[in-house]
């Protein structure tokens, strides 16, 4: 297997376990701090696309959407990365990208680094989903990689 379709199977797993969070969220009742932050993962998400693309950030790292917001964001998101996988070829994961973090500073990360911290960063903050839901008497999506291989959710 490359790495460009290991990180396209890494983006559908994203993209499927945005979409079960975000589903069962509604489910059960959207809360403001799992707003938050299924809103900070996919602006987070943009952000990243957008600094690969060399483009200008279009939304604030915390915004604050609504729960349509993110869903309509989820199924962008994933179109928008599975075109992006698709463009870059297999030398093109070594490609140093020059950007400025949040705070302004210069940096540079090659694109390898930069997706494996996406998908890592979105199932962090999926994690703290969960256990703010547990903590409010809510039970979470089940959204684990090998389950979602299991169903048949990814390829």
């Known amino acids: 297997m490359h790495f460009t379709d290991h990180f396209r199977r890494q983006f559908a797993y994203d993209a499927w376990a945005n979409r079960e969070v975000m589903n069962t969220m509604q489910a059960q009742g959207n809360d403001e701090r799992s707003l938050q932050l299924m809103s900070h993962i996919l602006a987070a998400e943009r952000l990243w696309l957008e600094r690969l693309r060399q483009q200008p950030q279009s939304a604030p790292v915390w915004p604050k959407w609504e729960p349509m917001e993110c869903a309509t964001e989820i199924v962008g998101m994933g179109r928008l990365w599975s075109e992006y996988l698709d463009s870059i070829p297999e030398e093109g994961l070594a490609q140093k990208i020059s950007y400025k973090n949040?705070?302004?500073?210069?940096?540079?990360?090659?694109?390898?680094?930069?997706?494996?911290?996406?998908?890592?960063?979105?199932?962090?903050?999926?994690?703290?989903?969960?256990?703010?839901?547990?903590?409010?008497?809510?039970?979470?999506?089940?959204?684990d990689f090998i389950h979602a291989v299991r169903q048949g959710c990814i390829g």
């Open 102 to 143: 949040s705070r302004g500073e210069p940096w540079q990360s090659t694109v390898n680094d930069i997706l494996t911290h996406v998908v890592m960063h979105s199932a962090y903050h999926r994690g703290q989903i969960a256990s703010h839901m547990r903590e409010t008497g809510k039970t979470p999506a089940y959204t």
